[in-house]
C-alpha cells in the first residue's frame, strides 16, 4: 500500500535514583542489592490494598538525567520526569496514572495500604510477639563476639548470642514490668539462675529501683527467637516481620511504643531510637501493619524516631509549574542535571513501596518496556481531503531493558528503513542521553547525515503554539505573529490531536484495542 508519510514516536523509562530504596520480604535494599525474584509491595489498583508480589525485571542506568526532586516535611522522592505514579484523584473514582511532571495539587499519592495476603495462621504467640517487641526496643544480646554493628553471626546471618536482657523501672512503668513478668512466666515458667537449668531470670539493680530481666539461650529457643536479630544493632529478621499475622504487627508496634516511644495528643506515636537500622526494622513492621510512617534524625539527641502519619497520602505540587510553589503539607520541587546512575523494578500492578531519606510512598515502576511505534499516514478518500487522512498502526517494537546505545541502533535502523521527513524524540528524562547519542550517531553515518535537521527534541512539559487568537490583530512587523498565539502544553496538544483521530474514525489501531479504548474514554 502507498503510504503518504510514516510517523514513528518512542516511549522511554521511568527512573528513581540511588537513594530510594525498596522493600523486599529481605528488608529494605538498594539498587545494587534487589534481585529479580525479590517479592516487593504492589498496590492493586481494584481493591486498594498491596499485596506481595514478585519482581520480575530490572532496568540500570548511568548517564545524564534530568531528574525532579519532590520534597516535604514527610517526603522525599526524586525521579525522572517521565516516572509513573499511582494516584487517587478525588477518593471516589479509584486510581489513576500520573507521571511525575503531570502531577497536581488534585493527586494523592499512597503512602501505606492494608497488605492482603499476611500470614493468617499464627506462627508465634502474641505472647512470645510482646517479649520480641520489648527486647527489640529495651533489649541488648549478650554473648561473646565482635563489637557493634558485627554481631555474632551464623551462617544465615542471624546472631546467636547467649541471650537477650532487658529491663524496666519499678518507679517510672510498674505495669510494664508485671505485664513483662506475667510474659516470661507464662511461656518460660518460673525465674532462677540460669545455671541451674531455668529459661530466665529476674534481677534488681539500683536499689531496687530497676528489674533487669535475662532471657538464656535455651530460652531463646524455647521462644522460637534465636534469630530475631541479624546484628547486636537490634535489626529484626525480616523473616520474622514477614511470619506475623495483621493483628500481631499492629500489636508488636504497639508494644514499641511501649518500650522506646510515645503518643501525642492527636493520636500519632512516635519511636525513638539510636540505630537506623533498628528504626528501618520498624519501618517494615509499620508498612506490613499498613500504617503511615515517616523517619526523621534528631541531631541534638543524636538519635532516629519514626513518627506515624494521621494521613494515608501526600499530596504532590504540580511539578510542571513554577518550582517554588507549595502545598498545603509544604511540598516543593526542584530539577537538576547531572551524570547519576537510575534505577526501576518491574512489577504486577505497576507499583512498588519505596523509601527515600526516611519518607516510605508507592511510586511507580517500569511497566512495560521501551516502544517505537510506526504509524502511516495515507488518504483513501476521492478528494484526498487533509481532513480524510488517516493515520494506520503498522508496527510497535517493544524493546527490552537495554543500553542507551543500543536503543539508538534500533532507532537508527528505523530511520534508514522509513527515511523520515522528521524524528521528533523526547528530550527529558531518559530520553536525554537517547537523544544526545542519537545525535552523535547520525552526523557520523554519511548516509543518514541529512537526518541532522530532521532530528527534533521536546520536553512533556514544555508548552508548544496551538493556534491563533482571532481577536488579535497581528502587526506587520517580523515577530508580530507571537502575540496572538495561543500556547499550550505538549501532552495537552498531542493528546487532543489523537482523540480527534479516534473519534472522527481516522485512527487504524487494528491490534491495539486496549488502548483505543483508552482514549475514547
Not at 535537521?453 to 515577530?479: H, M, Q, T, W
Request: proline residues 4%; charged residues 25%.
Amino acid at each position: 500500500k502507498e503510504y503518504e508519510r510514516f510517523w514513528i514516536g518512542m516511549d522511554l523509562g521511568f527512573c528513581v535514583d540511588t537513594e530510594t530504596e525498596i522493600l523486599t520480604q529481605r528488608g529494605w535494599l538498594r539498587y545494587d542489592q534487589v534481585l529479580v525474584g525479590d517479592r516487593s509491595l504492589s498496590i492493586n489498583p481494584e481493591t486498594g490494598h498491596s499485596e506481595w508480589q514478585p519482581i520480575t525485571d530490572l532496568y540500570r542506568d548511568t548517564w545524564i538525567y534530568r531528574m525532579i526532586h519532590m520534597k516535604g516535611q514527610t517526603f522525599d522522592a526524586m525521579t525522572t520526569p517521565h516516572h509513573k505514579w499511582l494516584v487517587d484523584v478525588n477518593w471516589k473514582d479509584g486510581y489513576q496514572w500520573k507521571t511525575t511532571e503531570t502531577l497536581s495539587t488534585k493527586d494523592r499519592i499512597p503512602l501505606s495500604s492494608t497488605v492482603d495476603n499476611l500470614p493468617t495462621k499464627k506462627t508465634y504467640s502474641d505472647e512470645v510477639v510482646q517479649i520480641a517487641a520489648w527486647m527489640f526496643t529495651e533489649g541488648s544480646v549478650k554473648g561473646p563476639g565482635p563489637a557493634k554493628g558485627e554481631g555474632v553471626i551464623r551462617e544465615e546471618g542471624t546472631v546467636r548470642g547467649k541471650g537477650v536482657e532487658f529491663s524496666q523501672s519499678r518507679t517510672a512503668n510498674p505495669e510494664h514490668m508485671a505485664n513483662i513478668q506475667l510474659l516470661l512466666r507464662e511461656t518460660l515458667g518460673s525465674p532462677g539462675y540460669i545455671r541451674d537449668g531455668f529459661l530466665w531470670r529476674e534481677t534488681d539493680r539500683f536499689g531496687g529501683t530497676m528489674l533487669y530481666f535475662y532471657v538464656g539461650q535455651d530460652g531463646m529457643e524455647r521462644l522460637g527467637l534465636t534469630e530475631l536479630f541479624l546484628s547486636r544493632e537490634k535489626d529484626l529478621n525480616p523473616d520474622f516481620v514477614c511470619a506475623l499475622t495483621q493483628e500481631q504487627l499492629i500489636l508488636f508496634q504497639e508494644t514499641c511504643i511501649k518500650g522506646d516511644g510515645w503518643v501525642d495528643k492527636h493520636g500519632a506515636s512516635c519511636l525513638e531510637q539510636h540505630s537506623k537500622a533498628r528504626i528501618k526494622s520498624y519501618e517494615m513492621v509499620c508498612a506490613l501493619a499498613g500504617l503511615s510512617v515517616a523517619t526523621g534524625y534528631s541531631a541534638g539527641r543524636s538519635r532516629w524516631n519514626a513518627r506515624t502519619l494521621k494521613s494515608p497520602v501526600v499530596i504532590p505540587m504540580r511539578t510542571g509549574k513554577d518550582s517554588s510553589e507549595k502545598t498545603s503539607q509544604g511540598l516543593s520541587a526542584t530539577e537538576d542535571v547531572k551524570l547519576r546512575t537510575i534505577w526501576c523494578p518491574t512489577i504486577k500492578h505497576g507499583n512498588w513501596l519505596a523509601r527515600r531519606n526516611g519518607s516510605i510512598y508507592y511510586t511507580g515502576n517500569t511497566s512495560s518496556p521501551s516502544c517505537i511505534t510506526v504509524f502511516a499516514e495515507y488518504n483513501d478518500s476521492k478528494g484526498k481531503s487533509l481532513e480524510k487522512s488517516k493515520m494506520r498502526l503498522l508496527t510497535k517494537i517493544l524493546l527490552t531493558r537495554i543500553a542507551v546505545e543500543d536503543q539508538v541502533a534500533a532507532m537508527m535502523h528505523c530511520m534508514e528503513f522509513y527515511r523520515p521527513k522528521a524524528f521528533a524524540l523526547d528530550y527529558t528524562g531518559a530520553g536525554m542521553p537517547v537523544y544526545e547519542w542519537l545525535q552523535k550517531e547520525v552526523k557520523g553515518n554519511k548516509e543518514l547525515k541529512y537526518m541532522l535537521d530532521r532530528l527534533k527534541n521536546y520536553g512533556f512539559s514544555e508548552k508548544v503554539i496551538a493556534g491563533f487568537d482571532e481577536n488579535i490583530e497581528i502587526p506587520n512587523v517580523a515577530d508580530g505573529w507571537k502575540e496572538a498565539a495561543i500556547r499550550r502544553g505538549v501532552i495537552e496538544v498531542s493528546t487532543d490531536a489523537i482523540r480527534g483521530l479516534v473519534d472522527t474514525g481516522r485512527m487504524v489501531l487494528p491490534f491495539d484495542k486496549p488502548l483505543l479504548s483508552e482514549l475514547q474514554n
